[in-house]
């Protein structure tokens, strides 16, 4: 069977990101019940229709392609192709209201993240980048910005709470930075992509929260990797290091490569 193009994949993914909205657009600030999983993270009733829709897209379009999703794990997951699923990135912005929560949507072809989408519903804001295919926001492409050192860069990340046992090693790169900057989720990634941070530091991901940015970013001429400084891939980490420049990023991960 002839490979998808690029472009092909990129536009489906869109259709995933467009059936996406409007799940979720009827539900924000609607008071939805909210329901704690086993890890004592969110879920709502959109979380989990807006990735039923996704996933009965990809079954009818590419019924040979693996799915992997937050919501309702994974079939075919040695395929060639995987769509790896995150319904809703940002599950607590989405049920108090804030509007920076995302979609993410991400494949996998033979093991290494080749396309990425970063919606964000309520901002109508979407970012795609992969292979061969330049990032770009509301179709418009977007790159990182230059950023010598340390001392000029401004930080991002969710939370302190997911530095949970590596405090000290976060609060050293931290402290090596200009400005910090908390909560976001998946759109600290897409400001990184689009020019408007320097880093962006995570832990405690699944595969899900990290698979849709990684080509996103790559094709915005960025970094991600974890904190050892390798590619990230399908089971291979939960602590992402992404940036804008290439130094930034070796001085950040001399720092978070001692955690």
């Avoid at 993914?13 to 600030?29: E, F, K, M, P, T």
């Amino acid at each position: 069977m002839t490979r998808p193009s690029t472009a092909e994949l990129a536009a489906f993914a869109c259709s995933l990101a467009d059936a996406a909205r409007g799940v979720i657009r009827r539900y924000h600030n609607f008071g939805v019940s909210i329901e704690a999983k086993a890890d004592e993270s969110p879920v709502t009733i959109a979380d989990r229709t807006a990735e039923k829709v996704m996933r009965a897209l990809i079954e009818e379009r590419y019924p040979e392609h693996g799915i992997a999703g937050e919501e309702f794990g994974t079939v075919r997951g040695d395929a060639e192709f995987v769509w790896s699923l995150d319904p809703i990135d940002g599950t607590k912005a989405f049920i108090t209201g804030s509007p920076r929560f995302g979609t993410l949507i991400g494949l996998v072809e033979n093991g290494s993240p080749v396309l990425g989408v970063i919606d964000m519903p309520v901002l109508d804001e979407r970012f795609v980048g992969g292979a061969d295919f330049m990032t770009r926001k509301n179709g418009s492409p977007v790159t990182v910005r230059s950023c010598a050192a340390m001392s000029d860069a401004i930080l991002a990340a969710t939370s302190p709470s997911m530095f949970d046992g590596v405090e000290e090693t976060y609060a050293a790169l931290r402290d090596v930075t200009r400005y910090q900057v908390f909560g976001g989720d998946c759109h600290n990634f897409a400001t990184l992509a689009s020019g408007h941070v320097d880093l962006c530091v995570e832990a405690g991901l699944q595969d899900y929260d990290f698979l849709a940015i990684v080509p996103v970013i790559e094709a915005a001429g960025g970094i991600v990797t974890d904190w050892k400084g390798d590619r990230p891939a399908p089971g291979s980490t939960n602590r992402i290091l992404a940036s804008g420049d290439k130094r930034v990023h070796d001085a950040a991960l001399e720092i978070l490569s001692k955690a």
